[in-house]
Nanobody, 124 residues
Framework: QVQLAESGVGLVQPGVSLRLSCAAS????????MGWFRQSPGKEREFVAS????????YYSDSVKGRFTISRDDARNTVYLQMNSLKPEDTADYYC?????????????????WGQGTQVTVSS
């Protein structure tokens, strides 16, 4: 059973940057794909970005492509989400997620473990 803990909660102005972190524990971090999702009030949770277990493949939603970057540090058991050029529509609770099975094929991750979420508010 993996435990995930996000950090990086923030209230920021439009246009600035923020980095979210997610520390994992409880199993071999480097074997699992990781992802970030977000949920705004009144909306369903949506995919933001993911990274393969090897770190060699990354995927992004169209709404964040070119602005957000997902990365992982296996030595620290941590996945990051660097968010640049933030917009008010990026306001949401952000959740870290871990794949259910190790060594998934790129793009085939099935996320089944979730962090508690961290709030990001983009407002002037």
């Amino acid at each position: 059973q993996v435990q995930l803990a996000e950090s990086g909660v923030g209230l920021v102005q439009p246009g600035v940057s923020l980095r979210l972190s997610c520390a994992a524990s409880g199993r071999t971090f480097s074997s699992y794909a990781m992802g970030w999702f977000r949920q705004s009030p009144g909306k369903e949770r949506e995919f933001v970005a993911s990274i393969s277990w090897s770190g060699g493949r990354t995927y992004y939603s169209d709404s964040v492509k070119g602005r957000f970057t997902i990365s992982r540090d296996d030595a620290r058991n941590t996945v990051y989400l660097q968010m640049n050029s933030l917009k008010p529509e990026d306001t949401a609770d952000y959740y870290c997620a871990a794949d259910r099975t190790p060594y998934s094929l790129p793009g085939a991750a099935d996320f089944g473990s979730w962090g508690q979420g961290t709030q990001v508010t983009v407002s002037s």
